[in-house]
């Protein structure tokens, strides 16, 4: 098709005027600032020729999710929290969701070893943080070693005010056995789990829901000897933790 000067001269505007808006979009994107005027507004041009491009209008403020979208109108915006940054939408109507289910893992890189100790305490890697009035369910996968004098026991903290349930899977106490789950009606209380041959690997694996209340904070592996042994006790690297957010 062969163009008349006008025509070209009109497609050449067009083009610079794209050009401009993609510049623009460029500087929001690179200062933060929000999508919130008139995202449906996808506008297509050049469409007589058969092209078609897409723009979109911009508020040059930044996001806050405690203001309210235009009429009609969503928002989509990023909020960092302890537990990193998380894409949201807010509704016209001013409900917010959050557009991924935020995971964490924790691989555990060194042994630790507690010897003659029973009091329960932090490991220095399985653990991670949660925010204010999040849920989130966990999984801890523990391979460890224990003499039979000493076993092991475990238990898991929570940030304060925060309710849920957590389980271990666990042999009764033999080789033969077939694991049971043991359940308890408090995070920090105990959990012991008897050693069926010293000197062997054992694995253990927790599982459960926080409901988070007000305070953010940490879901955290506590362990210790059973009882008091020479021979210490040992969460091994590899062992690891994983948290998935539900809401």
Do not use: C
């Amino acid at each position: 098709m062969v163009l008349t000067p006008e025509e070209q001269a009109s497609i050449e505007e067009r083009f610079e005027n794209l050009e401009r808006r993609n510049t623009r979009l460029e500087r929001l994107i690179r200062s933060g600032k929000a999508f919130t005027q008139n995202p449906l507004s996808l506008a297509t041009d050049l469409d007589d020729i058969g092209s078609v491009k897409t723009f979109l209008e911009f508020e040059e403020q930044s996001a806050d999710p405690a203001d309210t979208p235009l009429p009609t109108i969503g928002r989509l915006y990023a909020k960092e929290d302890v537990s990193g940054s998380k894409p949201y939408w807010q509704s016209d109507s001013g409900d917010v969701y959050v557009l991924t289910r935020p995971e964490t893992i924790v691989l555990k890189t060194s042994n630790e070893t507690a010897t003659s100790d029973t009091t329960l305490s932090d490991d220095a890697e399985l653990l991670f943080a949660i925010g204010a009035s999040e849920t989130w369910v966990f999984e801890f996968f523990i391979i460890w070693r224990a003499h039979v004098d000493g076993d092991i026991k475990f238990t898991v903290t929570v940030p304060s005010g925060a309710a849920g349930d957590w389980v271990l899977s666990a042999q009764t106490g033999t080789a033969g056995d077939n694991p049971t789950y043991r359940g308890n009606v408090a995070f920090g209380t105990q959990i012991s789990q008897i050693v069926d041959s010293t000197n062997q690997k054992r694995g253990a694996y927790i599982w459960g829901t926080v409901r988070n209340s007000t305070t953010a904070g940490n879901i955290t592996l506590q362990w210790a000897q059973n009882s008091s042994s020479g021979t210490g006790t040992i969460v091994f690297a590899d062992s690891w933790v994983r948290g998935t957010q539900v809401n």
